[in-house]
């Protein structure tokens, strides 16, 4: 398995590749992930241009470990495949599948970047691909879509055309996307890949944003697409497990160890009830805390 599936991935910031500019040097801003942007955000004249400034963007900048995805051009044109290739012979970590909607989707971009992958010499396995679902039909076969591709480590809500879709919009509530982002956080979790949200487009209203975002995480998503550097310290913020958190996190660790060796099922951790189901996600805690610079203790 590529070592990069699981990797914390709290925020992903859209950039447009059409301005040099832009995708120069976005490490500085400390985002898990990049999303170097060929689609929406591209002018049709200037896609060959942006996709000459995405190939050498990453051949020669040092991102820092920032991850580098691409969002491509939709299967329904005819430039998606010189995304993939430029973006693979460049060496982009992943490639962003817009408007999935079926798992042949996914496969179909799959067996282009394996091709591209061997002409290229590149690690056969290193180009890994997440899929946006954009509509009421990607909704419904999240499932399928998740379970397309070994490459494939994650689904994302792109919350404009979803809605679109619904023929209803954004109204800054979450009710019109909560139907879908629950059926993907599920779709997400049965299949063993990560999952991410929507990004939230008015940035006069951080307030707004946070709650957003304390929503999303409480409901079990990954990480949330962002479009501004003012957005990454409230993810990962709140993204971050507190002190309280992880020193909760290491007493269930520690004592379902300890019992479990003794053959004692259920027992009580600061006043809780907790059995062995507690125990998956505690070590989640922990890690995630690793991940996130956090963690000072040994587990």
Known sequence: MNPNMKRLRRTMMFLNCQKPGLIKDPYIYKPDSIMLDLEDAVAEKEKDAARYSLYHALQEIDYRGVERVVRINGLDTDMWQEDVRASVAGGADAIRIPKTETAQDVKRVEAVV?????????????????AAIESAKGVMHAMEICEASPRLFGIALSGGDYTKDLQTNISGTGVELMGARQLMIIAARAAGVQCFDTVY??????????????TIHQMGFDG?????PRQIAVVHEIYTPTPKDIIFAEKVVREIDDKKAKGIGVFTVDGKMIDIAFY????????????????????
């Open 224 to 228: 949330k697409s962002i479009i501004n």
């Open 114 to 130: 394996e091709a591209v992958e061997a002409e290229f010499g590149v690690v056969p396995g290193r180009t890994l691909i997440m």
């Open 280 to 299: 998956d996600g505690a070590k989640r805690t922990i890690e995630l805390a690793k991940a996130s610079g956090v963690y000072k203790g040994e587990l």
């Open 201 to 214: 487009t008015n940035l006069n209203d951080m307030e707004g944003f946070r709650k957003d975002v304390e």
